[in-house]
């Protein structure tokens, strides 16, 4: 099972540490490596909450989202997305991009860092709201009962996540602006643009997760008319409406987690340039750690993990959370990579071992009412 899922896996990490040998010898092949393990550290809680949406997927989609889906994250999230940016920043043509990265890498990774802002406030207001929208829901489950049980009375608010989040990207605009203009006004527009991108990473999300929501809803309908009339249309089949409609449903999922892995690449691209400016090698230490990734998540949605670790979920989201707030504060100040990995690492561990500890407690239970209904029938015997 676990070479079945991680085979494709292996044999990218096989391919991209040669091919870093044959770039620039044994150095990039550190390099590589190393930004590797940062990718997968950085991207762990995408991981979870991405097998929670895949797990509503079938077996072919499940397969889209691991060879369409990865060309799209390693080529277009770890190479194409930071040319294109240095292209719009600095009004270069495409070619051109592509040229001063490979010839001017100290040119290349200023323009990145100058796009920083608003590629994090995007960034930060789509992850943002994804963590809003979790805690502000009502769940069977909880984790932190003692936060979670307020947040879900006041979820019942319309609107209110999105009015958190324009309150908090109203501030890290107005605070970067001010600070810009103490360090001399040069970079006063910033806070426009700052704006105006976290603006489009809110309407992103609900324009995405909203179509997204509304077609699994339909489709969970349908398949609930479909369940009440089965024994009645057993040699009919499924209607061809229904199976269209799973499509569509499938479909903007897809979209959806597309939109949520680049969400979350933003810092691994951006955390890279403290390792190295190559874009060449770049791409491969990221592209193999994105790989392992998406991996993870057909690893959690076949294992069934999810539901055995039933706070797993929570802790990740808790990390999205988490993580959304320090791209927002890199607007302005810089935070390292590791504190960054860290606390999603730590809120992730935290809910495992809150969901061992749950499921230990279950079989005690179990295991004693187990007893005590074998004493009753003994003593009734």
Request: proline share 1%; net charge negative.
């Amino acid at each position: 099972m676990v070479l079945k899922t991680f085979g494709w896996s292996f044999a990218v990490t096989a391919l991209g540490l040669v091919a870093a040998v044959f770039y620039g010898g044994w150095t990039a092949f550190g390099v590589v490596a190393i930004l590797s393990v940062l990718e997968i550290s950085l991207s762990f809680d995408n991981a979870v909450v991405n097998a929670g949406i895949l797990k509503k997927m079938n077996a072919f989609w499940q397969k889209i989202f691991l060879t369409i889906g990865i060309l799209i994250a390693v080529f277009g999230m770890r190479l194409i997305f930071p040319v294109v940016i240095v292209a719009l920043s600095a009004q270069l043509g495409p070619i051109e991009a592509v040229d001063l990265a490979l010839t001017d890498k100290d040119q290349y990774q200023q323009y990145v860092t100058d796009a920083h802002p608003s590629i994090a406030a995007f960034g930060g207001m789509f992850l943002l709201m994804i963590f809003l929208d979790f805690i502000f829901e009502d769940r069977d489950i909880k984790w932190l009962g003692w936060l979670e049980r307020p947040l879900a009375k006041a979820g019942k608010i319309d609107m209110l996540s999105v009015c958190i989040a324009l309150i908090v990207l109203l501030i890290s605009s107005i605070t970067f602006g001010a600070n810009a203009h103490q360090h001399g006004g040069t970079h006063a527009d910033k806070a426009e643009t700052v704006l105006l991108a976290g603006i489009a990473g809110l309407i992103t999300y609900m324009i995405v997760g909203g179509l997204s929501s509304y077609f699994e809803d339909k489709l969970e309908e349908e398949e609930e008319r479909e369940h009440e009339a089965e024994e009645q249309a057993a040699r009919e089949g499924k209607p061809k409406s229904a199976i269209k409609l799973a499509g569509k449903a499938a479909f903007f999922m897809f979209l959806y987690l597309e939109v949520l892995d680049a969400s979350f690449s933003f810092d691994g691209v951006i955390g890279a340039f403290a390792i190295t400016n190559d874009i060449v090698l770049m791409a491969l230490g990221l592209g193999i750690g994105a790989m392992y990734v998406r991996s993870l998540t057909v690893y959690l949605v076949r294992e069934g993990t999810l539901d055995d670790y039933v706070y797993l979920e929570h802790g990740a989201h808790y990390a999205i959370g988490a993580l959304a707030m320090v791209l927002l504060v890199t607007i302005q100040y810089e935070i390292n990579e590791f504190i960054t990995g860290s606390i999603g690492v730590i809120l992730i561990a935290a809910s495992f071992w809150s969901s061992v500890r749950r499921n230990r407690a279950i079989a005690a239970a179990e295991g004693k009412a187990g007893s005590d209904e074998k004493t009753e029938v003994s003593s009734g015997v």
